[in-house]
């Protein structure tokens, strides 16, 4: 892992920036369209850590670019066929955005995140455990943590600000928010996603026991896919050959990271604590070998 790879913070002078989210840069161009740089910085419990990942960016670029032509044919994405060099000039700029930036359709973004479940764990498993439901979905009794679940379920979330914690909602919540149509087809369209998704990559041998997509709308209300899709930074990706009921199985996904913090007297607010390179490395080899895995 080399450090000089490292992009913790995108700077593209002629450009106006809009938003630094937890990992994406996200410029404007035009009326239409937006330049989006995917950076290396790696977040946990909504809070951005103060080191990076090198590469990170890259691969989750990679990853998701994948899935979203996969998933053509269920829903349109945010992407398009213009090239960065349309807009950036200095070569050395360009060097460092190709491979994490994407210049994508100007969208009205949801205000909730569609949250998909195959396995009981995380969030929905605390929900389970205190009320024996999941965003008010009634789940079978006795369901241990990991185990799968008898159906997709579909568990929206409002959107946090930066450094506060998404909010988990019932759908009755979703309709009020964005309207009992929309909602339909973001729940059925978040169910189709994740379980061609889940499918593919079992067959290669990772479970992806749940996953967040965001969506949005253009100027004629059709629905879009937008941000990313299916990475380790958005799902739980376990190793099926270690996979096991009753605990939180290994990963390839941010959970080696939450577990690391977990062992800190950190109060998982702003600002993170410094990451040891060991975790970092740790972290880098955890998404490549998915993206291998999956993309390769």
Not at 28 to 38: A, K, P, R, Y
Not at 106 to 120: D, F, M, Q, S, T
Not at 196 to 209: D, L, P, Q, V
Not at 271 to 291: R, S, V
Request: charged residues 30%.
């Amino acid at each position: 892992m080399n450090d000089t790879d490292v992009l913790f913070e995108s700077n593209i002078p002629n450009l106006k920036l809009l938003a630094r989210g937890k990992v994406r840069d996200i410029y404007d161009l035009d009326n239409d369209h937006l330049l989006i740089v995917t950076t290396d910085r790696l977040s946990a419990y909504d809070v951005v850590m103060p080191n990076a990942v090198p590469g990170k960016g890259k691969i989750l670029t990679e990853i998701s670019n994948f899935w979203f032509k996969m998933m053509e044919d269920i829903i349109p994405n945010h992407l398009t066929e213009i090239s960065i060099d349309q807009y950036i000039s200095d070569k050395k700029l360009l060097k460092q955005l190709k491979a994490r930036a994407i210049i994508v359709k100007k969208l009205k973004p949801l205000p909730i995140e569609a949250v998909v479940r195959g396995y009981l764990i995380g969030s929905g498993w605390r929900d389970y455990q205190e009320t024996g439901k999941v965003c008010g979905i009634s789940i079978p009794k006795n369901i241990k943590q990991a185990e799968r679940l008898t159906k997709t379920i579909f568990t929206p979330a409002t959107k946090a600000a930066s450094g506060d914690h998404d909010e988990n909602i019932d759908y009755e919540k979703t309709c009020s928010i964005i309207g009992k149509k929309l909602a339909n087809n973001v729940r059925d369209k978040a169910i189709k996603i994740y379980e061609r998704a889940a499918c593919y990559a079992e067959k290669r041998g990772i479970i992806i026991a749940d996953t967040k997509f965001e969506f949005g709308l253009d100027n004629n209300n059709k629905l879009f896919i937008i941000d990313e899709m299916l990475t380790p930074d958005s799902s739980r990706f376990w190793p099926k050959n270690d996979y096991k009921v009753g605990i939180s199985p290994p990963s390839y996904d941010k959970q080696f990271l939450r577990d690391y913090l977990d062992t800190l007297t950190w109060n998982k607010k702003s600002p993170g604590p410094m990451l040891p390179d060991e975790i970092l490395l740790e972290t880098y080899k955890k998404y490549h070998e998915a993206y291998d895995i999956l993309v390769n």
